[in-house]
């Protein structure tokens, strides 16, 4: 096994272009944006960025939905741009891995557009067509945007799927030319020097090839998740990516594996390296899931997330790797939904998940904004967000009666993907200094005491902070390579583990309340304090939100 894998000890940040920087004024944000912010990336020391996609679309989905991989998004810039962009990353020691749509492509593509021309179109099977069963839909799927998994397609009078919108209808991974399309693409990628993918919701390119009907749920849909989540032949096709184009290459790769288990997490992220370096799981995002799905504003209680980040750090110990994250641009901000982002303990608690995160085993993935505390946007009505997913869900479940309007804007200013994708806050100017014309969706309205150049000019600040744990991750190992083992496994306000190598100990201790909670781990002998959110500490109690993390040695 090689322990000399470049990305363990690696901290990757995720652009969300759209929202990173503008650069040309047209209020979204683009590749020349980015470019022109690599010394603040630089600076905060992260050595890799992964950008959400930035390839040509009809952007239904926020550029989820391609219509051509080899080609630049019009808004975000040209291929010069691009190659641009790329160079600069390089030149400053960043690596850049791309984002990879390759479960379904946009209604757009070339492939689609003459998939839907005629059932014997040589480009028929590059997408999966059902015919109607007993009058409707092939089966009772809903699609994960809302609505049924199926459209209806006057043309051949048969139904496509779409895991996601109808505009977003999925590849056909049966098809050895699909196969061979997309390993070809990614070889193109490779050679122009991308470091890198990460898979969007790579677990579902296998289907199971009976489509049974799903459980209902919501008295509306069936479930497709079991049916196409980690499906019979996903192992095979990585496997097959992995030996035609992986391999070949120095690469970082993780996917998003949407429904997976420890057991098929194993196969994933193995490190026998066949398939990916690590994945993506959900379970800590989902704990607060209930009977609307993930529509509430229910807290994560600790007992369970303690359960299930111990369990993903336990279990994968010598087998395979974990991704450590706690937002991305599909999820609420981090210090809203996992710390307390009123004014009085914002900045503390910020600190103290980063702490609770980056000591972990794995890699950890910083999402843009997460670095100087950006908040929820709390926007108050449904016509401020932009996102697919949350508009649909609020007219489906208050037209339905499954919530009142108001139950469901509430759940949305928690949960909805818009907290991740407001604009970057970088000063107290206009729109946050990220456009100088109207943004694509507001600017949160508390820019003016929330933007990096505030964060930079104070020594005190969540942007230093971050920094530090990135360089204690370069300079201890331990970090990086100690093995895991939860502490204090039935308290209910604080998350406690240590890590071990060799002759030293690393004791980790997060308090996730507002209050003074007892805590006697740090007492017994002389460490080395490595870092901690507070100046002084009171013996035997964790002050709210407060972090502390001591390195013992010969233990």
Known sequence: MNNNLWWKKSVIYQIYPRSFADSNGDGIGDLNGITEHLDYLKELGVDVIWLSPVYQSPNDDNGYDISDYQAIMNEFGTMEDFDRMLSEMHKRGLKLVMDLVVNHTSDEHRWFVESRKSKNNPYRDYYIWKDAKDGKEPNNWGSSFGGSAWQYDEETEMYYLHCFSPKQPDLNWENETVRKEVFDMMTWWCEKGVDGFRMDVISMISKDPAYPDGEVVNG?????????????????YLQEMNQKVLSKYDLVTVGETAGVTIEEAKKYANLDGRELNMVFQFEHMDIAAGEHGKWTTDRIPMKKLREVLNKWQEELEGVAWNSLYWDNHDQPRAVSRFGNDGPMYREVSAKMIATCLHMMKGTPYIYQGEEIGMTN?????IEDYRDIESINAFYEYTENGIMNEEDMLDAIRAISRDNARTPMQWDDSANAGFTTGTPWIKVNPNYLMINAKQAMEDPDSIFYYYQKLIRL?????????????GLLNDDENIYAYQRTLGDKKLVVACNFSDREVACDLFEQQEGEELISNYHFHKEGVLKPYEARVVLYENV
């Not at 946007?377 to 009505?381: E, L, M």
């Not at 991750?473 to 083992?485: A, L, S, T």
């Open 220 to 236: 509306l849909y069936g479930n497709k998740d079991p049916y196409v989540c980690n499906g019979p032949r996903v192992h095979e």
């Open 377 to 381: 946007a709390y926007f108050k009505n």
């Open 473 to 485: 991750r370069k300079e201890q190992e331990i970090i990086v390579e100690g093995v895991f083992k």
